[in-house]
């Protein structure tokens, strides 16, 4: 391995190209209880996923991050403003960063979406659930997930609905 060194501003250059040819996008990460943006880093999705595929070489098979791109692009292909959301936990005197898949905006109006593929543990479930709770505010927030026949409301008002009810406009974002 070869010890050169990367120029940041050709790096950040090549990315921003990329992101002009509509190859891949870019969510900004933002903090929703502070309600700023953060510089970096910021998060990148693939505006085809068969180019992502093709890029990969068909070798990295990961259905959450590709269902998670899917939702992307049809919450932008809607319309939508997106970001993605961060939320601090405080507990047990730590700060620990957790992350909202979506902060969805629409006008005046705000949505929280999280991805999740399956939530077949409940240590998933809490991971995927600690996030939109933290937020203690009164946004709906929605879980998309594959492991589900029905969509449904859980004890803390977490809207959970399938990705294959969301893509053709059978669920009501707001």
């Known amino acids: 391995m070869k010890n050169e060194k990367v120029n940041s501003t050709l790096v950040s250059n090549y990315v921003q190209h990329i992101i002009d040819s509509f190859l891949i996008s870019m969510a900004k990460r933002y903090d929703v209880k502070e309600k700023t943006y953060f510089k970096y880093p910021n998060k990148y999705y693939y505006t085809d996923i068969g180019l ?22 049809e919450l932008l292909s809607r319309g939508y403003s997106v970001d993605v959301g961060v939320v601090t936990d405080r507990t047990g005197g730590a700060n620990t960063q957790k992350e909202i898949d979506f902060v969805v905006n629409d006008a005046d109006k705000k949505i929280y979406i999280q991805s999740a593929f399956q939530m077949d543990a409940d240590k998933k479930e809490s991971s995927e659930l600690a996030s939109l709770i933290l937020t203690k505010d009164f946004f709906k927030k929605i879980i998309v997930r594959m492991d589900i026949p029905h969509n449904f409301y859980d004890d803390n008002g977490i809207f959970h609905c399938n990705l294959i009810d969301l893509l053709p406009g059978r669920v009501e974002l707001f």
């Open 52 to 73: 992502r595929n093709a890029r990969l070489n068909y070798r990295q098979y990961d259905p959450g991050h590709i269902m998670e791109n899917i939702i992307y692009n």
